[in-house]
């Protein structure tokens, strides 16, 4: 009888841990934090004083080069980052588009952009999140005020410009602190884009933008300090693109080459996309494809494949790609102008976005040269610990920017592979479930003996507390 009362006892042990720890774990789900300061461009930490940013590379990682995907603008990037998908696999290949499948036209200024349709080709990361059990925190980052796959983020601030920074991020600290907490959150800020299109990014004005941003980092990592997430929070802050410096001397003006009756311009520059009328194609790819020497012009089909801009039916028959600071105008009345723009070529320097991290995932102090942007999704993923969806990027080549990693065998019996830091975290539980379970397993064992012992045993009409004694004792 003993034996049978001591392993009910057991049971209720481990019963109990079980839960206990499941709840545990629950609340140390790892957690991701990303935050987008649009339009910042890589090197904009060097030309004035950024304590706040060199704080958080000293302390975390630093990319130098990451190249981010072709065309360089706003939503395309902002999807790639919680997709992995290149343009002509997410399906927003732009900031302007037009469907010819659908007959629907996508534009910034418009309500068509909370139409899932543009957004259903892809699986952004908030989505499976949810769809794996978690919950997520989404602040102004396109898309995520959009129903996709009829899902919305669990939490979400519906756009807003007016709302500062500081409000959106009180918001998201909330949801992460909550009763049943976010573990990934997004953040976006819409400058400094704003003042890089108004000022051009040489403007010595850029220099206070650019200081204003490193303080409101510094009240981010204060506010998660206060918060006491700071220490397990994965911070990943970076950008969508940078910003190039145009001149009103440098622009090109498609009206001195084809007649605007001949096309239809769907985007505008530094990308322009070109939709010839009924039998105007020829007309108008031969009109345009040697007309200025600082804009290359392209067939769909002859797009470079370095660009990943092709397979997609919103990429239209002709593209018009101008050199960095170049402007693509009808005339120079006709169209936008800013001093500042992106959408070029995703190579040029000038494009590339900032990025750095900090929290128990990542190393400190550790520097890497060039990323792909499309990598970052699978290294969300694998932190988050979410199965990621099929994607362009490579957790190989990203991996580096992780604390070593070792396999521990968890409180469940499992093998898991987890960080140093969260071994440091979880470690007193960790060796405590392996010690339970290990009693379990010997639980099971004594049952098992037990049970084929009896059974051998059954003529001779044993008491079970009679066989309690010797079994223990081996
Ligand atoms: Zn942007």
Known sequence: MALYVWQMCLWKVVIIFTLT??????????????????????????RVPTPHFKYIMENGIHVNQVTNIFITK???????????LYAENHGIVANEMYDQNLNKTFSLDGMDIFDPVWWDEADPLWVTNQIQGHKTGAVMWPGTDVQIHGLYPTHYMIYNISVPFEDRLAQLIDWFRGKEPVNFGLLYWEEPDRSGHDLGPENPLMDKVIADIDLKLGYLVEQLQKAGLWDTINLIVTSDHGMAQCSI???????????????????????????????????VYN??????PNMTVYKKEDIPDRFHYKHNVRIQPIIAVADEGWTINQNKTAGKFTL??????????????IFIAHGPAFKKN???????????????????GIDPMPNNGTLKNVQELLVAEKVII??????????????????????????L???LVTGFLLAFVQQVTKSQMSGLNIHRGEMAQPLLST
């Open 21 to 46: 720890e499941a709840v545990s774990l629950h609340l140390d789900q790892p957690k991701v934090l990303l935050v987008s300061f649009d339009g910042f461009r890589w090197d904009y930490i060097h």
């Open 340 to 353: 500042g723009n992106h959408g070029y070529d995703n190579t040029i320097k000038s494009m590339h976005p």
């Open 74 to 84: 706003t939503y395309p990037n902002h999807y790639t980052l919680v997709t992995g």
């Open 366 to 384: 550790f520097t890497k040269e060039n990323m792909a942007i499309v990598d970052l999704y699978p290294l969300l993923c694998h932190i988050l």
């Open 437 to 439: 379970g290990s009693v």
């Open 287 to 292: 009109a345009l494809v040697n007309a200025h």
């Open 249 to 283: 001397n440098r622009i090109i003006e498609l009206d001195l080459y084809v007649d605007r009756e001949l096309y239809t311009w769907i985007d505008f520059t530094p990308v322009s996309a070109i939709l010839p009328k009924k039998g105007k194609y020829d007309e």
């Open 410 to 435: 968890t409180e469940n019996l499992h093998v898991e592979i987890v960080s140093q830091d969260e071994i440091n975290s979880r470690g007193s539980y960790a060796w405590l479930g392996i010690l």
